[in-house]
């Protein structure tokens, strides 16, 4: 059985085949799937597929520093807002993105600090985007010495260096998916020494597809591919790394 911890189920690249994505799913022994909000636009439809699957899509809510922007203090006070109207699994999809834009990195910062206070005081979990921002998430992290927290830094792909750094800050597990499949993945030397207790596995689809699909659109059923090549990488049977996998989603996320 795997678990899924990054999965934008309710995206609209799933409207015309749901059904059938889920069977596939479900056939490929994916148990359960972890869904990040990302913000209030598609709030509603996560929430949709989370109610019509309460055994098996579990809602996140948080703001992705992507879609912070002129208007972010409005997009935070929606996560504030609605924090306790309903079980939330994770505060999440929120962190760092230098890539798309850093016009508002500013107020990524802030915003990424106030969910993190905020996720520590709901007891729940943080699913951390970072992306050409590292050095400015140590200082956030560096900032919130004292706060005590948990999370999983989403499709990892960083160094051993990085990921032992990571782990004096805070207890981090370590999303892995589709990119590591990819041909030359720097992650996969990385992963050699890290320890299989800090490791999960995930998807993001509809994005990051793993080879051999990779150029086509990700389902939560080839979460197995990524799993597979965890299991190439450190010569352990695929069994043993589903098992440790899916017993740390479920103790990260309370599952």
Request: aromatic content about 10%; glycine content about 6%.
């Given at each position: 059985m795997?678990?899924?911890?990054?999965?934008?189920?309710?995206?609209?690249?799933?409207?015309d085949?749901?059904?059938?994505?889920l069977?596939?799913?479900?056939?490929?022994?994916?148990e359960?799937?972890?869904?990040?909000?990302?913000?209030?636009?598609?709030h509603?439809?996560?929430?949709?597929v989370?109610?019509?699957?309460p055994d098996?899509?579990?809602?996140?809510?948080?703001?992705?520093?992507?879609?912070?922007?002129?208007?972010?203090?409005?997009?935070?006070?929606?996560v504030?807002?609605?924090?306790?109207?309903?079980?939330?699994?994770?505060?999440?999809?929120i962190?760092?993105?230098?890539?798309?834009?850093?016009?508002?990195?500013?107020?990524?910062?802030?915003?990424?600090?106030e969910?993190?206070?905020?996720?520590?005081?709901?007891?729940?979990?943080?699913?951390?985007?970072?992306r050409?921002?590292?050095?400015?998430?140590?200082?956030?992290?560096?900032?919130?010495?004292?706060?005590?927290?948990?999370?999983?830094?989403?499709?990892?792909s960083?160094?051993?260096?990085?990921?032992?750094?990571?782990?004096?800050y805070a207890?981090?597990?370590?999303?892995?998916?589709?990119?590591?499949?990819?041909k030359?993945?720097?992650?996969a030397?990385?992963?050699?020494?890290?320890?299989?207790?800090?490791?999960?596995?995930?998807?993001?689809?509809?994005?990051?597809t793993?080879?051999?699909?990779?150029g086509?659109?990700?389902?939560p059923?080839?979460?197995?591919?990524?799993?597979?090549?965890?299991?190439?990488?450190?010569d352990?049977?695929?069994?043993?790394?589903?098992?440790?996998t899916?017993?740390?989603?479920?103790?990260?996320?309370?599952?």
């Amino acid at each position: 059985m795997l678990i899924d911890t990054h999965c934008h189920l309710y995206d609209e690249a799933f409207r015309d085949d749901f059904e059938a994505v889920l069977a596939r799913a479900r056939e490929a022994g994916v148990e359960a799937c972890v869904m990040p909000g990302i913000d209030r636009s598609c709030h509603d439809a996560l929430l949709s597929v989370a109610d019509a699957l309460p055994d098996f899509a579990f809602p996140c809510i948080g703001l992705h520093p992507t879609s912070v922007g002129a208007d972010w203090e409005e997009e935070l006070a929606f996560v504030k807002a609605h924090l306790a109207d309903r079980r939330w699994y994770a505060v999440g999809e929120i962190g760092l993105d230098g890539y798309w834009s850093k016009d508002f990195l500013k107020e990524q910062i802030r915003v990424l600090e106030e969910q993190i206070v905020l996720a520590a005081d709901a007891g729940l979990p943080v699913i951390i985007h970072l992306r050409e921002a590292t050095e400015d998430f140590f200082r956030v992290l560096e900032d919130l010495r004292g706060v005590v927290f948990r999370g999983v830094m989403h499709a990892y792909s960083g160094s051993y260096e990085t990921y032992r750094r990571l782990l004096a800050y805070a207890d981090f597990k370590f999303g892995i998916g589709g990119v590591v499949t990819y041909k030359n993945a720097g992650v996969a030397s990385a992963l050699e020494k890290m320890s299989l207790d800090d490791v999960v596995v995930e998807t993001d689809c509809p994005w990051l597809t793993p080879v051999p699909f990779r150029g086509r659109r990700n389902e939560p059923s080839y979460v197995r591919f990524a799993a597979g090549k965890i299991a190439q990488i450190k010569d352990l049977p695929l069994d043993s790394v589903a098992a440790a996998t899916t017993e740390n989603a479920r103790r990260l996320f309370k599952l």
